[in-house]
């Protein structure tokens, strides 16, 4: 199970740090993806870091936001710098299974970030 954290309400500008942590398995060997959706909008990929450590980013967010692990806390980190209102959404961890399918594991419960003007 994936659980989503660190939400909130931010001015434009700020940043805030998302944390998602594993229960029941180990996800050291998975490659974890972030992704986020806005109301009325369909969820929209973030980005990814695999087991390696190697990180892509949607364009709309590269150069603003750093995706990390701790595979000593099974967590995987979002750090979201520069926000803007666009950025609002609910945001979701989960395993990235096939990047070339764009398929997906099980999603865990979101994250609310509100990015105020």
């Known amino acids: 199970q994936l659980q989503a954290s660190g939400g909130g309400l931010v001015q434009a500008g700020g940043s805030l740090r998302l944390s998602c942590a594993a229960s029941?398995?180990?996800?050291?060997?998975?490659?974890m993806a972030w992704l986020r959706q806005a109301p009325e909008k369909e969820r929209e990929f973030v980005g990814y870091i695999s087991s390696g450590g190697i990180t892509y980013y949607a364009n709309s967010v590269k150069g603003r936001f750093s995706i990390s692990r701790d595979n000593a806390k099974n967590t995987v980190y979002l750090q979201m710098n520069s926000l803007k209102p666009e950025d609002t959404a609910v945001y979701y961890c989960s395993v990235l299974k096939n990047w070339v399918n764009k398929e997906y594991g099980s999603w865990g419960q979101g994250t609310q970030v509100t990015v105020s003007s």
């Open positions: 029941g398995r180990t996800i050291s060997r998975y490659t």
